[in-house]
């Protein structure tokens, strides 16, 4: 059992306006898709396997333009990483379980770019990766593939935030570009801001 009166616990158990808020439409969606699940395990596998099976990737608008992100997943049954992530998170937390966002670069050869994920903390074992975007079909050509990002991932990840939305340091003068994800910086000048479109980034990865 969780050490519910634990600060880690109440921490990411808990809403976080604007986009981890249990409202009517989650609580009974997850109340669904969990009935009958004993253990935290059976809950993020009744969670990890709705979503992977039910919202297939498409590309969005700017997270900054959405209300509440697990809402418009739910609405729409679509979503790009970080949306669906952010649903895993929602109910999860909503149902006991603690969870928090993570987000960086995926660098598998061929394919740099950047990506969301979920992290879930299991009493005795600690913090496990969570990738649901991942486990969308079958990413390992095996009955039991998709099964493997529920509590795993791959080592072609570099991780640069554990939160979503955290605070900047030192603080930009101006609105930021993406309020919610953060991976590849922002840029302002000392008159503005600048948009993803006005500068320029590259990651490069050597392998050997």
Not at 2 to 22: C, G, M, N, V, W
Not at 89 to 98: D, E, F, S, T, V
Not at 128 to 141: A, K, N, T, V
Request: glycine share 8%.
């Amino acid at each position: 059992p969780y050490d519910t009166a634990s600060t880690l616990y109440k921490t990411y158990t808990a809403e976080r306006t604007p986009h981890i808020l249990f409202t009517p439409r989650l609580k009974e969606l997850a109340d669904s898709i969990t009935h009958g699940a004993e253990t935290p395990v059976d809950v993020l596998r009744s969670v990890y396997r709705f979503i992977t099976a039910t919202y297939p990737w498409a590309s969005a608008l700017e997270y900054s333009t959405i209300a509440n992100i697990p809402e418009y997943v739910m609405q729409n049954r679509k979503g790009d990483c970080g949306q669906v992530g952010l649903l895993l998170i929602a109910m999860l937390r909503y149902k006991g379980i603690p969870a928090r966002w993570q987000s960086g670069w995926m660098m598998h050869p061929g394919e740099v770019n950047l990506h969301d994920w979920a992290e879930v903390y299991l009493e005795g074992t600690g913090w496990i990766p969570c990738d649901p975007s991942f486990g969308r079909g079958d990413p390992l050509q095996h009955p039991a593939g998709r099964d493997f990002f529920m509590s795993g991932i791959d080592s072609y990840r570099f991780y640069v935030n554990s939160d979503y939305s955290g605070g900047f340091f030192p603080e930009k003068k101006f609105p930021r570009s993406e309020t919610v994800d953060f991976q590849r910086g922002e840029v302002e000048t000392a008159s503005r801001n600048l948009y993803f479109n006005q500068w320029r980034y590259k990651m490069e990865v050597t392998y050997r």
